[in-house]
């Protein structure tokens, strides 16, 4: 069933999940059939006017990857990377015979740069009109100030160095639902000096959602003791299709945290909660270390 559920998020959802349930499996099919159509045709058009055999070799390389890629994963364009770079050099090749003077193929090359700083200002622009950012990492980047200082509003930060301050060692952290709240994951736990797991109900599967009874266990197997959670969902249809595992995600999270835990903080919508009936925890140890001890005391 996760096998399923993965498989179909790889290869329908990834690439467009900003449509999420609002475009269709029947369409993302057709948007998939229709790239590599599109692939075919475009790939036949540049061997034509391509005669060079090193460069028909790089093309048709190109196509092949990219073709897998879609066959596995739709049309998430970050895995065709390789395949790019090799229809990039055939395209410079083709230039450099056009236009063999240094300076043509200079202007060109400060014309694409140009294009794509224009267009990475444009989208910092949208993000901070001010262009906060951009200047704020500047400053970060050259030791004129912190992060903390330049985004104060960034919880995920404050929440992570006070884990880090005020929790063990050897403690582990749940990130709770994070993808269907500020729809990320994985960069939840980046500041944090601590072994983190994420809840991806699509991607993972070593935390179960069938019941709660499978959710506590599963915490109680990684040795989990403490829990960040958002106190409200902000875009809980972010994979785009509905699952058990998917709906039970963040409710299983909340009643865990409102039932079996104790609160240590509020950091804006964050929160940090410790684990209170972890049976598989003891005095900080977990029930590997525990037997790891008891062995070493025998």
Not at 114 to 141: F, M, V
Not at 191 to 206: F, G, I, M, N
Request: charged share 20%; net charge positive; glycine share 8%.
């Amino acid at each position: 069933e996760h096998g399923a559920v993965f498989s179909r998020y790889m290869h329908y959802y990834s690439w467009a999940i900003a449509s999420g349930a609002r475009l269709s499996l029947s369409a993302r099919r057709v948007i998939v059939l229709l790239a590599e159509l599109s692939l075919l045709g475009g790939t036949l058009l540049a061997w034509r006017f391509t005669r060079e055999q090193r460069s028909r070799a790089l093309l048709v390389c190109g196509a092949v990857f990219i073709a897998a890629s879609m066959a596995s994963t739709g049309v998430y364009a970050r895995y065709w990377l390789p395949a790019l770079i090799w229809w990039l050099l055939v395209l410079v090749a083709a230039l450099a015979r056009r236009w063999p003077e240094r300076r043509v193929l200079l202007s060109l090359a400060i014309g694409a740069s140009a294009l794509g700083l224009g267009l990475h200002l444009r989208r910092q622009l949208r993000a901070d009109p001010k262009l906060l950012s951009l200047a704020g990492n500047w400053r970060i980047a050259t030791g004129q100030s912190t992060f903390a200082r330049e985004y104060p509003e960034a919880y995920v930060y404050t929440v992570s160095e006070y884990i880090n301050a005020h929790t063990p060692p050897n403690a582990r952290v749940l990130m709770a639902s994070f993808y269907s709240t500020f729809g990320a994951s994985s960069f939840g736990g980046f500041w944090v000096d601590r072994p983190c797991y994420a809840t991806d109900t699509h991607l993972e599967s070593a935390i179960r959602f069938d019941d709660f009874q499978s959710f506590k266990q599963s915490l109680q197997r990684l040795g989990v003791t403490h829990v960040v959670i958002s106190d409200k969902q902000f875009s809980a249809g972010r994979v785009g299709f509905d699952f058990v595992a998917g709906k039970n995600e963040y409710p299983f999270c909340r009643r865990l945290v409102d039932t079996e835990s104790e609160k240590l903080g509020q950091f804006g919508p964050l929160q940090l909660y410790r684990l209170t009936a972890n049976e598989a925890l003891s005095n900080g140890e977990t029930r590997d270390e525990k037997s790891s001890s008891a062995t070493a005391r025998k």
